[in-house]
């Protein structure tokens, strides 16, 4: 399937921006939030419609235009992350219900196919992933229920280029893996946490109504209505005074032997935080960041490490802010985005935030705040091209590029 999409620019009255961030693109049939681009103006965005059309929206001018390629095999999906390790090969993982795909990836840049999995999915939500350069390892990171595994939670991993894929739980107790970064099919490292929701078992992602989802929990501020299609962004839980940081727990976790060795290096509990994504430049020099609450509100904060998390540092708090994705070019350059959620600062329901450091995170400079842009997932593809995919207030998808001023 290939459906051209004219996505329209709708930001002047929307949207402030402070420095080189901009919104390129609002478009209000589009539920899509993850995105990875391989070439300066070259890349991809994922998703899926309110009626389960699958979008991997393609763009070769920066996000000004995309077309939707579709799945070559399948006319469902929805899908929740997607990686491009070259302009040939990547993988997306998908948010799937009773049969709908768990996942996809290419070989050549442009088909797309579905994973092929034994037996029937009830229910996944693959909410990270990550891509080698190598064209054969892809994984996909989160929780799934998949006969006879009915509780999974850790990753799927395919080495020979998305023809077989394995399945491999963590042991992460009441924390689910969320997202990951992976060096080789040999070695990478998988973030998880846990937050108090609405949910049936008060840590797990998902809401029943009489035994069917209703609900998935990407984050304590974001959910996907299974019911209708749609995202859903609420930040209260930010606004209010003294939260308790009971419930929440961070892990990182370095996963090797092709998905089927776990080893826990970082567990933080009940202090009011969980992990979102992580970008390693290497096995050493890693980053991650994090959203949660404390005695003020909310705050993000982005971990560092340069020894494989044997040892790490918190390299920057932001108060009243949510960080949500990271992704380093190097081991000195990247960027970090998120949203400002609680106090006087706020000048919409959430500021979306832009944060960027040459010197390995020692400094993080804010570039740009944009108004009512939750950003959810981050591209760097080099220093002076990075795009971002995000929600708006009623649920909706948008689409920011930075490119540097003529005085940068």
């Not at 089927?260 to 020099?285: H, M, P």
């Not at 918190?314 to 070019?329: D, K, P, R």
Request: hydrophobic share 35%.
């Amino acid at each position: 399937m290939k459906v051209s999409a004219c996505l329209f620019v709708f930001c002047l009255l929307s949207c402030v921006v402070l420095g080189d961030w901009a919104i390129v693109q609002n478009h209000y049939e589009t539920i899509a939030l993850s995105t990875s681009f391989v070439g300066s103006t070259t890349g991809w965005v994922t998703g899926g419609t309110a009626t389960l059309d699958p979008l991997f929206l393609y763009t070769t001018n920066g996000g000004q235009n995309f077309t939707n390629e579709g799945l070559s095999d399948s006319s469902t999906g929805a899908f929740l992350s997607i990686r491009m390790a070259s302009t040939k090969w990547g993988v997306a993982g998908g948010f799937g219900l009773f049969g709908t795909p768990c996942g996809a990836y290419t070989s050549d840049g442009n088909t797309w196919q579905t994973m092929d999995e034994a037996g029937l999915s009830i229910v996944c939500a693959l909410q990270g992933c990550s891509a080698v350069d190598d064209g054969r390892t892809g994984v996909l990171v989160g929780v799934w229920s998949h006969f006879p595994d009915l509780n999974g939670d850790g990753v799927k991993i395919t080495t020979d280029g998305g023809r077989r894929w394995e399945q491999h739980n963590s042991d992460t107790g009441e924390a689910t893996c969320r997202y990951g970064d992976f060096m080789s099919k040999d070695m990478g490292y998988v973030t998880a946490g846990s937050f108090p929701s609405t949910t049936e078992s008060n840590y797990h992602p998902f809401d029943f109504i009489e035994g069917e989802v209703n609900k998935f929990h990407l984050s304590q501020y974001v959910h996907l209505n299974a019911l209708t299609g749609r995202y859903e962004v609420n930040t209260n839980k930010a606004k209010e005074a003294a939260a308790a940081t009971d419930g929440y727990s961070g892990l990182i976790l370095a996963v090797t032997n092709e998905g089927r060795d776990w080893k826990t290096l970082v567990n933080i509990t009940n202090e009011g935080f969980y992990f979102n994504e992580i970008s390693c430049a290497d096995q050493n020099n890693c980053w991650a960041v994090t959203e949660g609450v404390d005695a003020t509100g909310g705050i993000g904060s982005v971990y560092h490490t340069a020894d494989g998390w044997n040892t790490y540092d918190v390299q920057f708090n932001v108060t009243g802010g949510a960080l949500t994705a990271i992704e380093m070019v190097s081991a000195t350059e990247g960027w970090m985005a998120g949203a400002l959620v609680s106090g006087p600062d706020v000048t919409g329901d959430f500021d979306g935030q832009f944060w960027y450091t040459q010197d390995g995170g020692q400094t993080w400079t804010l570039d740009s705040e944009i108004k009512n842009f939750f950003p959810m997932d981050i591209s760097v593809p080099d220093s002076t091209h990075a795009y971002a995919s995000g929600l708006t207030p009623v649920g909706v998808s948008s689409f920011a590029a930075y490119t540097p001023s003529s005085s940068s």
